[in-house]
């Protein structure tokens, strides 16, 4: 490609306007989305289940209604004990407690802040329908409607991720193959299962403030936004730590980003900056006052060194293990892949290698982790939090090619949707369990007609 064109890429503005006039995207995947969750709850019975999301949202439940972090009366109480009460005796044993019986949650606190007004909404909800004679019979904050009033702000919250994702795309990928590129990293990674299907961890909340942090980087760095805003990008790294800690080894890539500031005088930005790192620290603070209210001490897992072996990472395990394994479970990915390779790099925009770099460290950080299978998980599911490399990989396919080639993409993003998908319902049906092989997988594909 030639150097006025790369020159021309590199100062295409990010789409603030199209954020701000039509945030159709985010309204398509809220609408979608709501039509997955109504599918799951018919499904499921519920859309609160499972260990961690219920250890989250027992937080949410203790800010809203006991002003506290003591989640132990807010599991003991939760309608679905399943995962708890492993003999069925109405005590919950599987909780981690401390010598005075007390429950012990180990979780960031960062996805039950965001939780807590929706679910204030939400109980303000169940008590209007109350005194119109629709009373529920379950504990107060585990009402349907409580439930699924915070399963929407959750949903709405990653909505708002997919417009901003579509925004940094749209200087650099044309339409509608940026929309084919948005559908991809969906539909394409664990991304829809954690945002649609199973909503109360913390995967696609943390996939919104990964992609609102790059954002603001970028529009920092490409003058859309004044240095100023560096507070602003602080408060965002600090609300990506307290919901995903591990995602801010962002804050290494994002420097590419603001590369720019540099040729500015250093008393237009440096004190900013100061201040951003400062708003950080403060976040950081936060979160291990949290910890300490929740009983597990100042630091999170992620926080220690032993539940990591740095020098030894199970790659086989988080690329291609049948059960989990990224490219595996999400061949897209390595069509993402392939968007980068043929690509040249100087023609490659900043956000896109920002995302790709998260990504890479993710899968890093990811197979170091003690439990590199993700223990009970559809694909990878802590790297659904990188899928922004997935769309920015896919819109780079697109980028100059031919009619033809841009139908045979298009041919191989569809195949490669179906088979993540036919995955998705083999292990909602139990059939895509952690022991099996590549070819017992392949028969379960192919020939596993469900319950």
Request: charged letters at 15%; glycine letters at 8%; a positive charge.
């Amino acid at each position: 490609m030639s150097a006025a064109y790369t020159r021309e890429i590199a100062a295409r503005p990010i789409a603030r306007s199209r954020w701000r006039e039509r945030p159709w995207v985010a309204v398509a995947v809220f609408v979608v989305g709501v039509a997955v969750l109504a599918r799951a709850q018919r499904y499921f019975g519920s859309l609160l289940s499972g260990w961690d999301a219920q250890h989250y949202y027992a937080a949410a439940r203790s800010i809203v209604f006991d002003r506290d972090l003591d989640i132990t009366n807010d599991l003991e109480t939760t309608p679905f004990t399943r995962p708890f009460d492993r003999d069925a005796d109405g005590y919950l044993e599987a909780p981690n407690r401390d010598a005075n019986g007390r429950i012990i949650s180990r979780y960031p606190i960062g996805l039950p802040l965001i939780e807590a007004p929706w679910l204030a909404l939400g109980h303000g909800t169940r008590r209007v329908l109350a005194a119109m004679g629709l009373s529920s019979s379950r504990p107060v904050g585990y009402a349907d409607v409580e439930i699924w009033t915070v399963a929407l702000g959750l949903l709405a919250v990653f909505a708002i991720g997919m417009q901003l994702l579509h925004a940094l795309l749209c200087p650099h990928v044309p339409a509608p193959w940026r929309e084919v590129a948005l559908v991809a990293a969906w539909w394409g990674t664990s991304l829809l299962y954690y945002s649609s299907v199973f909503p109360f961890m913390a995967h696609a909340t943390g996939f919104a403030l990964v992609v609102w942090t790059v954002w603001i980087a970028a529009s920092i760095g490409a003058g859309t936004k004044s240095p100023r805003s560096l507070p602003l990008l602080g408060f965002a790294l600090g609300a990506l730590y307290c919901v995903r800690q591990q995602q801010v080894v962002l804050a290494a890539p994002l420097l590419l980003l603001l590369a720019p500031l540099r040729a500015q005088p250093p008393r237009r930005w440096v004190g900013w900056a100061l201040v951003g790192i400062a708003v950080f620290v403060l976040c950081a603070a936060l979160q291990a006052w949290a910890h300490e209210q929740l009983g597990s001490g100042w630091a999170s897992d992620f926080s220690r060194n032993s539940w990591f072996d740095w020098l030894h990472p199970d790659f086989w395990t988080v690329l291609i293990s049948p059960a989990r394994g990224l490219l595996w479970i999400s061949p897209i990915v390595v069509l993402a892949i392939v968007g980068f390779l043929v690509t040249p790099p100087r023609t490659v925009p900043r956000p896109f290698a920002v995302f790709a770099l998260s990504g890479l460290i993710g899968i890093y950080v990811i197979g170091c982790w003690h439990a590199a299978d993700q223990s009970d998980s559809f694909g990878i599911r802590m790297w659904c939090e990188s899928a922004g490399a997935v769309a920015c990989g896919v819109g780079l396919l697109y980028r100059q090619r031919s009619a033809t080639t841009k139908l045979l993409i298009s041919v191989a993003i569809g195949a490669c949707l179906l088979w993540t998908n036919r995955l998705l319902y083999l292990y909602m049906n139990g059939h895509l369990h952690i022991g099996m092989s590549h070819a017992e997988c392949l028969r379960q594909v192919f020939g596993c007609s469900g319950k």
